[in-house]
């Protein structure tokens, strides 16, 4: 059964860099064809897709954050990665990972404040 968890800073400073990872379980980025995604929700707001990598490793943004966002994996740890760059506090919000779309993780808590 497949998993995913993510870790990361709770709080981080504004215009600092916001890094957060996804550690997988029961499945491997090369082998099977999924793809990898990172979503988020803000207070009160509903979910917003921040991007995704497929399984050729080829990256997807969304054209509201593509400057300030990379996605990257490490295939030796079963990990993939997020980096937010230049954060303020309408970054705050709820941070997922998610497995093509149906299997999600719990979701890391991140708070912009100085």
């Known amino acids: 059964q497949v998993r995913l968890q993510e870790s990361g800073p709770g709080l981080v400073k504004p215009s600092q860099t916001l890094s957060l990872t996804c550690t997988v379980s029961?499945?491997?980025?090369?082998?099977?064809?999924?793809?990898w995604s990172w979503s988020r929700q803000p207070p009160g707001k509903g979910l917003e897709w921040i991007g995704a990598?497929?399984?050729?490793?080829?990256?997807y943004y969304s054209p509201a954050l593509k400057s300030r966002t990379s996605i990257s994996r490490d295939t030796s740890k079963n990990q993939f990665t997020l980096q937010l760059n230049s954060v303020t506090s309408e970054d705050t919000a709820v941070y997922y990972c998610a497995r093509d779309y149906t299997t999600w993780g719990q979701g890391t808590q991140v708070t912009v404040s100085s």
């Open positions: 990598m497929a399984f050729s490793g080829t990256t």
């Open positions: 029961g499945d491997s980025f090369t082998t099977n064809y999924y793809s």
